[in-house]
């Protein structure tokens, strides 16, 4: 019983230890990708803005160089110089020459007949105009980025400004906003506003919106920022994934050592001496009793029953009392496993008792038991808690406790005078001599077993009867199992009887039971 709620507790705490664990490194390896997966994001950000001022940074130098231009405006020489100008430089797509917001002329057509450009949308900080248009005299729709200084404009395609492919494992997307006016001046993917409009505005480097993880990065000094996103569902499903293949796996470990351990623990058990396992099953109250019926023979009603000592084993069976009561009593550990079965026997039986004033139990005491003196006050005490006589307890002495007679008769004597009826047990058995008899204070015999079988041929039982009978001592013959011992020892003047043809010992419950039945 306590092995298997030992190995209960174990596998339980080993399983629960492990599974934790194994969430635990899981959670972690989960806390790491979306690290990883964040620090993407950022890094990919700052790489478009490196792209984004390289863009930039070639446009002012541009201009710079144009605004040094010495030969008179729009002539061939000076159409060739802004040719010259945008075709070395790669993300330059034309040069415009402008008087005010007039565009006179530009390195693609040469002498210019558009309309005028509007008032610029903003000033970079560094001075320069700046224009986001979709208009072109080329007759297709087609947004850029316009920067200029004072005679100049360059027209820059906004994609160049972001046009840095991702590292990573899965697709991020990214967004080049005016901060000003939350313009959009480059995206790599249409963007809904799907907060980043609120979030760009505060100090905010990292939202969530459904399944789409954004990213901030500002640069205030340019008066942009850059969004990058992604969709995390690769990261989920590879939580769950990390999950799926790593709880069964801790599962399995945990089992494993649990199983590991419980075998250490056995063979442990193993080793140690039957004395150490007697005392620990003495201290763990795992020694329990069982109560065999004892009849009056006349007429078959129920006299009390025997209380006989039961050791469950992990594997269910019980130990025979023959092998660890004499282990007790070489061991020196008779005098606390006769307390338990007292303990026990008022604990199970105590109530019953009370309610059956004529009926009786009898407690085996060994030898040794006769010089504890704590156990007259021990069933005292029960007897008092529970209201009961004392001459519902019997006491059963086998023939070697009379033997030293100084010392026994005088604890016997004030057992008897307490109310205790003695039982002399396994009679005929223990000792050839019969002196012990002589003067001896008893109150029942019991017929040993050996005697109770094939009684057609046991020329001795005659004799013990009568010698019971002489000594004034009532009968109880043990081992009664077939109708014709019965009758043959009724016939005979044996009062009561107790065998395997009325019950076995039966556990508390089942013995409360078969009482009920009869
Ligand atoms: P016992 O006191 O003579 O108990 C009678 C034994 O005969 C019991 O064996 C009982 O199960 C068995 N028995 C009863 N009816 C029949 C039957 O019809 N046929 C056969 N073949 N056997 C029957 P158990 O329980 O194995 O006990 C063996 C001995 O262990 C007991 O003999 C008793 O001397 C000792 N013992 C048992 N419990 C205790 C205890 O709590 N304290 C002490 N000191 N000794 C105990
Ligand atoms: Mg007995
Ligand atoms: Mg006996």
Known sequence: MRTRRLIVLISAVLIITALLLVSLSVWVAHQ????????????????VMLRTTMVANQAEEALQRLEAINVPPCSREHLLEMRRVSYSRRYIQEILYFRG????CSSLEGIKKSAAFPQPLAMTPKGYRFWYTAKSDLGIEHDMVALGSAHYVVMIDPESLIDVLPYGAWPINVALIGIKRNLVIASSAPLADNGWVQAIHTHQTQFQHHDIMYHITRYPALNVATLTWTSTTPLDRDWQRQLLYWLPFGG?????????????????????????????????????????PIMVLEDGRLAGAEALARWPQPDGTFLAPDIFISLAEQTG????????IVESVFADLGQWLQQHPDLHISINISATDLGNPALPTLLEQHIAYWHLDAGQIALELTERSFVDSKMSAPVIAGYRKMGHAIYIDDFGTGFSSLSYLHGMEADLLKIDKSFVEALEYNNVTPHIITLAKTLHLKMVAEGIETPQQEAWLREHGVEFGQGWLYSKALDKQAFIAWTERR
Do not use: C, D, K, M
Not at 32 to 44: D, I, K, V
Not at 101 to 104: E, S, T, Y
Not at 271 to 288: M, T
Not at 333 to 340: A, D, G, N, V, Y
């Open 333 to 340: 550990l008779i005098t606390p496993l006769t307390e338990l």
């Open 32 to 47: 790491n990708a979306t690290r990883l997966f964040t620090g993407e994001l950022e890094s990919f950000s700052a790489r």
């Open 101 to 104: 917001l007039q565009p006179v």
């Open 252 to 292: 399995a470990v945990s089992l494993l050592a649990a199983w590991l351990i419980l075998r250490i623990l056995r063979i442990l058990r193993r080793l140690q001496s039957p004395r150490q396992r007697l005392l620990e099953a003495i201290r763990a109250r795992e020694i329990v009793v069982h109560y065999q």
